[in-house]
């Protein structure tokens, strides 16, 4: 069955560095638009960034635009996403998602997005 793994999650200082990593198997990855998004508690799943499918497309929710920077790996069917100047208001769990339908024109809406992994906790203290 088709699984997307985060990873890269954890605790650090305001104005520091993460780089969440995302490894998907059992899809042809190729085909697969990605995208981040990030939920916290008692609040709806929002928009943090995607990419097509060849990595020639990037969007991203003004709110981290200039801090953080995805990218793909299709040799490796990986998705990153580089955080700097990480802020408190960035604390949140980050989901990695995929979408068929967005492959060439990323989607920022959760459901155009098929498949989900289970998320890894990014907390910012101030």
């Known amino acids: 069955q088709v699984q997307l793994v985060e990873s890269g999650g954890g605790l650090v200082q305001a104005g520091g560095f993460l780089r969440l990593s995302c490894a998907v198997s059992k899809l042809p990855f190729t085909n697969y638009a990605m995208a981040w998004f990030r939920q916290t508690p008692g609040k709806e799943r929002e928009f943090v960034a995607a990419i097509s499918w060849n990595g020639g497309v990037t969007d991203y929710v003004d709110a981290v635009k200039g801090r953080f920077a995805i990218s793909r790996n299709n040799a490796e069917s990986t998705v990153n996403l580089q955080m700097g100047n990480l802020r408190p208001e960035d604390t949140a769990v980050y989901y990695c998602?995929?979408?068929?339908?967005?492959?060439?024109?990323?989607?920022?809406?959760?459901?155009?997005?098929?498949?989900w992994g289970q998320g890894t906790t990014v907390t910012v203290s101030s």
């Open positions: 998602a995929a979408s068929w339908r967005g492959r060439v024109n990323p989607a920022r809406t959760i459901n155009d997005y098929d498949y």
